[in-house]
Nanobody, 129 residues
Framework: QVQLVESGGGSVQTGGSLRLSCAAS????????MGWFRQAPGKEREGVAT????????YYADSVKGRFTISQDNAKNTLYLQMNSLNTEDTAMYYC??????????????????????WGQGTQVTVSS
């Protein structure tokens, strides 16, 4: 089992920045993929950015490319999401997720988000104009 705890959310104005953190515990050695996902009210959960824990290969949703950066600190078992140039469309609950079995960590099918096995409780990000 793996436990994931997110932190770092908050309220910022358009153009601002936030850094989210996800502390992983438990059987972290088994994880192959980790990622950040978000869900806005009335919308489906979507993938934001993912990373392969071994090789570090990354995936970004088109909407965040050039603005968000995913990174990991394996020594601390912590995943990060640096979010810059935030806009109101980034307002959502942000979730950290992980999986031990996925071959490709990014978008691989229409339902790829549901393939992640472990999820955190989420941290709210609110961007106001």
């Amino acid at each position: 089992q793996v436990q994931l705890v997110e932190s770092g959310g908050g309220s910022v104005q358009t153009g601002g920045s936030l850094r989210l953190s996800c502390a992983a515990s438990g059987a972290t050695y088994s994880l192959h993929c980790m990622g950040w996902f978000r869900q806005a009210p009335g919308k489906e959960r979507e993938g934001v950015a993912t990373i392969g824990t071994g090789g570090g290969s990354t995936y970004y949703a088109d909407s965040v490319k050039g603005r968000f950066t995913i990174s990991q600190d394996n020594a601390k078992n912590t995943l990060y999401l640096q979010m810059n140039s935030l806009n109101t469309e980034d307002t959502a609950m942000y979730y950290c997720a992980a999986d031990p079995n996925l071959v490709w960590c990014g978008r691989s099918s229409p339902n790829w988000v549901t393939e992640y096995n472990y999820w955190g409780q989420g941290t709210q990000v609110t961007v106001s104009s």
